[in-house]
């Protein structure tokens, strides 16, 4: 049985498994989705992800979910919370959202984003989370926009043989919300 973490008005979001393979290469061998990438996956390289993700739910109880949309049982995203470095030494939650091409446009990746910041707050307790996206992804940028995220400041990540900005967004927890935790 798959583990559901979180669910919105349009999609699960659950653990990976094996069987999700071949949709998660429909996003991660497709070069106009890899694009701040720089590069589509091989076989190799998207079993090496999936394999990541597995080992961060039984070490961290966290990762890139399985975004599925509910209307059809079709995986057709990842949207999760991962241990992250900014740049600086030190690791921070992260929101981060890759979907296929064919969904583009939806609002599912904003939908998702949200599902995962207010779960990170809530349940997760953190005080703030954060999104770190290449410069030239836009799209991103505006999904980080409408979670509530700020530019935080910006490092260049080196990653296959290239540097690459990043710019950093975060959003931090409303005082509000600290009440309703206590």
């Known amino acids: 049985m798959d ?3 979180l669910e919105t ?3 699960l979001l659950r653990e990976m498994g094996d069987k999700d393979f071949p949709a998660l290469c429909r996003m991660l061998q497709d070069p106009a989705v890899m694009y701040a990438y720089e590069h589509a996956f091989s076989d190799e390289e998207a079993w090496e992800w999936l394999r990541r993700q597995q080992e961060r739910y039984a ?5 890139l979910w399985a975004a599925v949309e509910k209307s059809s049982g079709k995986m057709v995203g ?8 900014r740049g600086q030494g030190d690791l921070v939650m992260e929101v981060g959202y890759l979907l296929e091409k064919a969904v583009w446009h ?5 939908e998702a984003a949200q599902a995962c910041r207010n779960y990170a707050f809530q ?10 996206i290449r ?11 409408r979670n509530g995220m700020e530019i935080r400041g910006q490092f260049i990540k080196h990653y296959y043989g290239i540097d690459m900005p990043h710019l950093i967004f975060s959003v931090r ?5 600290e009440e309703f935790l206590h």
Do not use: H, M
């Not at 070490?59 to 990762?63: A, F, S, T, V």
């Not at 990842?78 to 470095?85: K, P």
């Not at 349940?123 to 770190?132: A, D, P």
């Not at 927890?173 to 919300?177: G, I, S």
């Open 3 to 5: 583990k559901t973490i």
């Open 173 to 177: 927890r409303k005082a509000e919300d």
């Open 9 to 11: 008005e349009r999609l």
């Open 59 to 63: 070490r961290d109880g966290i990762g």
């Open 135 to 145: 410069d030239n992804n836009l799209p991103s940028q505006e999904v980080a926009r």
């Open 78 to 85: 990842q949207c999760g919370l991962t241990w992250q470095d």
């Open 123 to 132: 349940k997760l307790g953190q005080r703030e989370v954060f999104s770190i």
């Open 106 to 110: 939806r609002g599912y990746a904003t």
